[in-house]
T-cell receptor, first 114, second 113 residues
Framework: AQSVSQHNHHVILSEAASLELGCNYS??????LFWYVQYPGQHLQLLLK??????LVKGIKGFEAEFIKSKFSFNLRKPSVQWSDTAEYFC????????????FGAGTRLFVKA | DAGVIQSPRHEVTEMGQEVTLRCKPI?????LFWYRQTMMRGLELLIY????????DSGMPEDRFSAKMPNASFSTLKIQPSEPRDSAVYFC???????????FGEGSRLTVL
């Protein structure tokens, strides 16, 4: 079945640690890829997106993601996390083979210790 | 810029009651989506509309759920009768350019007792 998989459900890091959150999808063909962040009690907000071009995408707040087509992956990274990055992070895919619906992964809850 | 206004923000109701959640896009869009978020199931797509027409309602859990979009500026999600397992946060989101990039509302937190 077509899906979006996030590898980690919970991640705990100390401030200044590096972050990498994995995301894999199973859709073929053209895909648009997204990472969203949801701070506690708030709605989802876009962190970054990939439509085409440079597979290394830079987003807000120092986040970046790399699209590796051969691996069907779109991992999120940040070199040095801050306490304020504590949130839930969602990978999402919009694909032609998925009927152009934006489908979300299960989310990864990140807790950053001060 | 949420792009979408949802109401009510919070609703507490009793099992069996009808619940109507509202969504008002405040900017242009092509598609409108209703998602449900729970701890157990994460973010589930319930239904989406394109140019006010329902395109895919395969995520609507049961016949108790229905959604309408009478015009480009308004959509409703109705649950009748409601059950405790419907307790969740319901998000409305819009896609402004058919790219899949979504702009979410603040959500409606529903508690069914």
């Amino acid at each position: 079945a077509q899906s979006v998989s996030q590898h980690n459900h919970h991640v705990i890091l100390s401030e200044a640690a590096s972050l990498e959150l994995g995301c894999n999808y199973s859709y073929g063909g053209t895909v648009n890829l997204f990472w969203y962040v949801q701070y506690p009690g708030q709605h989802l907000q876009l962190l970054l997106k990939y439509f085409s071009g440079d597979p290394l995408v830079k987003g807000i707040k120092g986040f970046e993601a790399e699209f590796i087509k051969s691996k069907f992956s779109f991992n999120l990274r940040k070199p040095s996390v801050q306490w304020s990055d504590t949130a839930e992070y969602f990978c999402a895919v919009n694909a032609e083979t998925g009927g152009f619906k934006t489908i979300f992964g299960a989310g990864t809850r990140l807790f950053v210790k001060a | 810029d949420a792009g979408v206004i949802q109401s009510p923000r919070h609703e507490v109701t009793e099992m069996g009651q009808e619940v109507t959640l509202r969504c008002k896009p405040i900017s242009g869009h092509n598609s409108l989506f209703w998602y449900r978020q729970t701890m157990m199931r994460g973010l589930e797509l319930l239904i989406y509309f394109n140019n006010n027409v329902p395109i895919d309602d395969s995520g609507m859990p049961e016949d108790r759920f229905s959604a309408k979009m009478p015009n480009a500026s308004f959509s409703t999600l109705k649950i009748q009768p409601s059950e405790p397992r419907d307790s969740a946060v319901y998000f409305c989101a819009i896609d402004r350019g058919n790219t899949g990039e979504l702009f979410f509302g603040e959500g409606s937190r529903l508690t069914v007792l």
